[in-house]
């Protein structure tokens, strides 16, 4: 070990730092020291990545489903992450619906009521949340009053003839399609629709919360999550959606794999198509999002997926 000048003490040669030894850092210990530090590094990134994953998944499942999930944070950085995971709700919720279908079909019951089983799960799953946010969406916009008043129309807790008409009609034709896929396609095609409609549904929720569109409150769900999400991750995560859905479908469809893939593919442009239509009209008309925007945006992705398939 070195010493300080003037301690009456030199360096003895051959030892580190002296003459003819080694210089600092430079011997058999270093790079095993250095590689334990690397890897010492890289576990904590990668702790601190699966953390914010998880904190992520947290808040998606904790906002958009009825799951008993404890949301840590209520912050815009734990929004963003939530809002990337958005899809893995989708994936849930749908999943869960796909399979109570199955099992009623499994069970004997005609593809009909096997479709409204379908439907109703992403309801239960959501206390109806979306379905809530798109009415108030139509009544808002069919209001036909500034933003300010449109809001308010929103806010109030009661249905609107338009929100009524937009509900039935939507809840219509997504069991109309499902009774179709379930009744003369295949249980394997209507539970894939099932699913890739609840997936873009919420991947539609993840490309709303982008950076560039405003919250059209100060306050509220609408508020926290607006904007957060950065556009190259939200244009990852539909492209991600787009790719699985493709594969999926050709998997599925394993007779007519380009078909399947086909259909699914356009399944996914076709949904976040039209929520895409609906996010850009009510920017204009309310000046940003709200909850509710993000709800009506959820089952109008849902409707138009699912209308895809029916046309496939």
């Known amino acids: 070990m070195s010493r300080s000048p003037g301690n009456g003490t030199t360096d003895a040669p051959g030892t580190p730092g002296g003459p003819g030894g080694p210089e600092p850092g430079s011997g058999p210990g270093d790079g095993p020291s250095t590689a334990g530090a690397s890897k010492g590094a890289s576990a904590s990134r990668g702790r601190a990545a699966a953390a914010a994953a998880e904190e992520g998944v947290r808040f998606a499942l904790g906002t958009l489903t009825v799951l008993p999930v404890r949301v840590e944070r209520w912050d815009r950085e734990a929004a963003r992450r939530g809002m990337e995971w958005a899809p893995l709700a989708g994936l849930l919720v749908g999943g869960a619906a796909a399979f109570v279908g199955l099992l009623a079909l499994m069970s004997g019951v005609s593809s009909l009521p096997a479709a409204v089983l379908s439907v109703a799960v992403p309801a239960v799953l959501t206390r109806g949340l979306h379905l809530d946010g798109l009415a108030d969406v139509a009544d808002g916009l069919g209001s ?148 509710d925007v993000f709800g009506a945006l959820s089952e109008t992705a849902t409707t138009a997926a699912l209308l895809a398939f029916a046309l496939g």
């Open 144 to 291: 036909a009053k500034p933003a300010d008043g449109a809001l308010r129309v929103m806010k109030q807790p009661d249905i609107g003839p338009f929100g009524v008409v937009t509900l039935v009609l939507v809840l219509l034709a997504q069991v109309a399609v499902l009774d179709e896929l379930y009744g003369q396609v295949g249980w394997a095609q209507g539970a894939l629709g099932v699913m890739v409609a609840a997936v873009t549904a919420r991947c539609a929720i993840t490309l709303a919360a982008r950076s560039g569109v405003p919250a059209a409150r100060g306050e509220g769900l609408g508020a926290v999550v607006a904007g957060t999400v950065p556009v190259r991750a939200a244009a990852l995560v539909a492209a991600s959606l787009a790719v699985a859905a493709t594969l999926l479908g050709a998997f599925v469809y394993w007779g007519d794999a380009l078909h399947g893939a086909v259909t699914c593919l356009l399944a996914v442009l076709i949904g976040l198509t039209a929520a895409e239509l609906l996010l850009q009209h009510c920017r204009r008309r309310f000046g940003g999002v709200t909850g």
